[in-house]
């Protein structure tokens, strides 16, 4: 049966590798179809076993090098990152001077002092201060708006005097409503009082200071000042500071703003009315189909 033989010998050499270090002798034998097959099988098994720990150790070789350059190459690519410094814009910082053009949720314009026109946009986040001052008149003043004044206080908690001068703000952060020394090494002194007006019948006027009532006079002609944080009672023509920031000098964001009204407030020329900035909501309710005011002010 040499073809079988020789088919076994075919097999022999094809299973083996091709590194194999089986001797001329052995190849000879197998060649001439050596009867003795299985001894053949074996001496082949043997040489296998003997083969796969220097495969297997090539082939864990291998793995490790494998994962030492991946891991290499991530080690500087998060090094490429970290040595990447964010793009930061820098913000250059204007201050300008002139007077307001117009008012709206959100932007002033103005023109400054050399009549170039700019456009003030105001943001919760960045704009830090607002305010508007200047003057009233008598009649602007009503129940609901804040007010502070500094005055000589008798037993009673009330002013000896008629007030002449106070000053009407809006509620703010660092307002706190009470009664307090104006000089607290001077315990007879004069009070610093604010709080919110409730009433005014008669030149008589009402305020809540926290948990105190005060009940003040005023003269005939008080000189009332406004120190507001509503900008839009700003018209045009008033005087206007801006410390603000941004790229472009033709729009930018506020951080300060100053307002100075050319007008006072409730002033009969006015064009435009202004609302009354420190004054809360009035409270309203259906009794009967007729609409509940605050005590002292005027029914519609």
Request: a positive charge; glycine letters at 8%; one cysteine or more.
């Amino acid at each position: 049966m040499p073809g079988m033989w020789s088919c076994i010998a075919t097999w022999q050499v094809t299973k083996a590798p091709p590194d194999s270090w089986l001797c001329e002798t052995q190849m000879t034998m197998l060649n001439q179809s050596v009867p003795n097959r299985r001894q053949c099988k074996s001496e082949a098994t043997a040489m296998d076993n003997r083969r796969r720990p220097e495969t297997l150790f090539r082939r864990i070789a291998f793995v490790v090098a494998a994962a030492i350059v991946v891991c290499a190459s991530c080690d500087s690519a998060s090094a490429q990152r970290r040595s990447r410094k964010p793009k930061v814009v820098e913000l250059k910082r204007f201050n300008i001077e002139g007077s307001v053009v117009g008012v709206r949720q959100g932007w002033i314009q103005c023109v400054d002092a050399d009549g170039n026109r700019r456009t003030i946009r105001l943001d919760k986040e960045l704009t830090q201060r607002v305010v508007v001052t200047g003057t009233a008149e008598p009649q602007y003043v009503q129940p609901g708006m804040y007010v502070r004044f500094t005055a000589p206080l008798d037993r009673r908690g009330r002013p000896p005097e008629p007030i002449n001068e106070l000053t009407l703000i809006s509620p703010r952060e660092g307002i706190v409503p009470g009664v307090f020394l104006d000089d607290p090494t001077d315990p007879e002194g004069p009070y610093l009082v604010i709080g919110q007006i409730r009433s005014i019948k008669r030149g008589k006027v009402t305020l809540a200071a926290a948990n105190r009532k005060v009940e003040f006079e005023v003269t005939e002609t008080p000189q009332i000042k406004v120190d507001f944080s509503d900008y839009s009672l700003a018209r045009q023509g008033d005087a206007i500071k801006v410390h603000a920031v941004g790229q472009n000098p033709q729009e930018l964001f506020a951080r300060v703003v100053e307002i100075e009204l050319s007008q006072p407030l409730g002033f009969s020329g006015d064009s435009k009315k202004r609302g009354r900035s420190s004054r809360t909501p009035r409270r309203s309710s259906r009794r009967g189909g007729e609409t509940a005011h605050e005590e002292g002010e005027p029914r519609s």
